[in-house]
């Protein structure tokens, strides 16, 4: 499943939007300092086929999420809640920018732009030390065994540490797939994609609306808005509490006085479901309507076997038919006499709202 991690400096409301954005909580497996919730994928495609299929059940895409408990950390590292969380597929930084004098700030003072910096920097000398630690024994082996491959890595660490050096994120490098693949192994922390969360204060909201541009300018962080693989969302983890308590269309009505057209809580899902390149499919039916995480670029073969092994096994031909088709026909069989099903094979790459339906053989 899709994993990303909430860090950020104490009282930023990293468990306040955790609580608020995930309801199925699993009991932490064997990590007593970490909680682990899920979230699901807000998609109105797939309440659009929901209403065509109504099936019996309707199963959207997740993401799962990671809060630390309590840092347990002293001194300079006690200020970023980093989460340990090496295996996050992206990080969601949690940056505080509402006023609040209860909530003491560990800074003294609050200053967005100030904690999202000092948090690329920790990010940065965290894989520093990495870089370094393995060029030094790639240095040693290099001398030792005649290999290309350790040569090819040994230049793509020193290309990683001059990076890191100059205060460059690794999400910033242009890298091969191949090189991806080398660097996969050190879970290099500024290599993940980042989405940073601005926490605004009640009394800015209204002022900022749904203008991520307005709301980054406002917290400082506007030169974050055009980097690589980095996103922006601004929400008020207060204002996201009371609207979870209002009933669905007073809730719209009061997101909409906001000039909002979704709660903050979906856009952050959102966001960080779109900053790890996932993308959907949909298998429809009177049993089911349901919503597939793949990666974009990922075969019909492949996608097969995120459903059923047996259904990549067997694989013989995938019927495909645009989301958009779908709903413009009414319905498969419209779509099929108008000719808009096509028949793909294993080699097919599955776009963004496909809806497909795999013939295999048992
Ligand atoms: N006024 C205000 N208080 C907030 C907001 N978000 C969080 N808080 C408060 O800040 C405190 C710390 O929040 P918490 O979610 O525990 O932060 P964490 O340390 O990052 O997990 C709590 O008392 C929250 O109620 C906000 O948007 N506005
Ligand atoms: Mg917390």
């Known amino acids: 499943m899709l994993h990303a991690a909430l860090i950020g400096f104490p009282g930023s409301g990293k468990s306040t939007l ?3 954005m995930t309801s199925v909580h699993e009991a932490p497996h064997g990590r007593g300092d970490v909680h682990l919730g899920i979230s699901r994928v807000p998609d109105a495609r797939l309440d659009t086929l929901t209403t065509m299929y109504n099936p019996r059940k309707r199963v959207p895409a997740t993401i799962e999420f990671t809060d630390l408990v309590a840092p347990a950390r002293t001194g300079a590292q006690a200020l970023v809640d980093v989460a340990g969380d090496k295996n996050a597929d992206a990080l969601v930084h949690v940056v505080r920018a509402f006023r609040n004098p209860a909530v003491p700030h560990p800074s003294g003072m609050v200053d967005p732009a100030r904690d999202a910096r000092a948090m690329e920097d920790e990010l940065i000398l965290a894989d520093l030390a990495v870089a370094e630690r393995r060029l030094e024994r790639l240095d040693k082996d290099v001398k030792k065994i005649k290999s290309a491959e350790l040569e090819q890595e040994r230049a793509l660490v ?10 460059r994120p690794l999400r910033a490098l242009e890298l091969t797939g ?25 009394a800015d909201v ?13 917290a400082g962080l506007a030169d974050f808005l055009a980097r690589a693989a980095t996103g922006v969302v601004a929400l008020c983890a ?6 979870s308590e209002l009933e669905a269309n007073e809730a719209t009505a009061f997101l909409a006085d906001l000039g909002l057209a979704e709660s903050g809580l979906d856009r952050v899902i959102r966001a960080t479901y779109d900053l790890l390149g996932y993308i959907s499919f949909f298998t429809v039916g009177e049993d089911e309507c349901r919503a597939w995480s793949i990666a974009r670029g990922t075969t019909a073969h492949a996608a097969a076997g995120e459903i059923h092994t ?3 096994r067997g694989f013989i031909r995938a019927e495909v038919v ?19 099903v096509r028949l793909e094979g294993k080699e097919y790459v599955v776009q963004d709202g496909d809806i497909i339906n795999f013939r295999f053989a048992t």
């Open 158 to 167: 020193q290309r990683c540490r001059a990076a890191l050096e100059h205060g």
């Open 178 to 202: 191949d090189d991806r693949k080398r660097l996969r192994g050190f879970q290099f922390l500024s290599a993940k994609p980042l989405l940073l969360v601005i926490n605004l204060d009640e």
């Open 206 to 218: 209204a002022a900022v609306g749904g203008d991520i541009g307005r709301a980054a300018a406002h």
């Open 238 to 243: 207060t204002i996201e509490l009371e609207i």
């Open 18 to 20: 955790f609580q608020l």
């Open 310 to 312: 047996d259904i990549q």
């Open 322 to 340: 645009p989301y958009d088709a779908l709903v413009a026909r009414g319905s498969m069989t419209a779509c099929r006499e108008h000719g808009e």
